[in-house]
T-cell receptor, first 115, second 114 residues
Framework: AQSVTQLGSHVSVSEGALVLLRCNYS??????LFWYVQYPNQGLQLLLK??????LVKGINGFEAEFKKSETSFHLTKPSAHMSDAAEYFC?????????????FGKGTLLTVNP | KAGVTQTPRYLIKTRGQQVTLSCSPI?????VSWYQQTPGQGLQFLFE???????NKGNFPGRFSGRQFSNSRSEMNVSTLELGDSALYLC?????????????FGPGTRLTVT
């Protein structure tokens, strides 16, 4: 079984400050990990993915995440927050190999950016 | 290339009725998955279809069903609607068997059951 825990349902930062959204996963086999962003009344947009290549993954809009196997973590960061980053962020996991396309999501973290 | 499209975007139904939601995947994508999003339960996997066959199913009652057509378009149906079925239903498509399990989501259908 696989699971995802996102620490902090709500994170508030000032514009220009570092963004850090935490994600820990549990998986019995090597995982594929994803971060998605959801803006109000919209679907999910893929920010970045880890698929067993480089452990530091760069995504869109200046976001990046680092896969740390020893800590079973995949935290999302951005050096400088922008007002347009305000949204809900979801971490997700699926198992590598086979034909398993089921994504297991965390509960989400709502990011607020203050001017 | 056009993204995943879902119709309708909004739907209001009454308890006991049934509803059908439609999803058109990105051109060339043959795997379609459905998810339910609610404030209480978050994002939950419903089922996944590939080549007109259901390959995976989540933990939902039999009132929730789906199908996929030969052109990869998919529909999901919910019968005997309950108030708790009010949710955002998201469809996602994937480039199976190629691609690294990336799923691309549509805008969703917001279902309200009264």
């Amino acid at each position: 079984a696989q699971s995802v825990t996102q620490l902090g349902s709500h994170v508030s930062v000032s514009e220009g400050a570092l963004v850090l959204l935490r994600c820990n996963y549990s998986s019995s086999v090597p995982p594929y990990l994803f971060w998605y962003v959801q803006y109000p009344n919209q679907g999910l947009q893929l920010l970045l993915k880890y698929t067993s290549a480089a452990t530091l993954v760069k995504g869109i809009n200046g976001f990046e995440a680092e896969f740390k196997k020893s800590e079973t973590s995949f935290h999302l960061t951005k050096p400088s927050a922008h007002m347009s980053d305000a949204a809900e962020y979801f971490c997700a996991v699926t198992n590598s190999g086979g034909s398993n396309y089921k994504l297991t999501f965390g509960k989400g973290t709502l990011l607020t950016v203050n001017p | 290339k056009a993204g995943v499209t879902q119709t309708p975007r909004y739907l209001i139904k009454t308890r006991g009725q049934q509803v059908t939601l439609s999803c058109s995947p990105i051109s060339g994508h043959r795997s379609v998955s459905w998810y339910q999003q609610t404030p209480g339960q978050g994002l939950q996997f419903l089922f996944e279809y590939f080549s007109e066959t259901q390959r995976n199913k989540g933990n939902f009652p039999g009132r929730f069903s789906g199908r996929q057509f030969s052109n990869s378009r998919s529909e999901m149906n919910v019968s005997t609607l309950e108030l708790g079925d009010s949710a955002l239903y998201l469809c996602a498509s994937s480039l199976y068997p190629r691609g690294n399990y990336e799923q691309y989501f549509g805008p969703g259908t917001r279902l309200t059951v009264t």
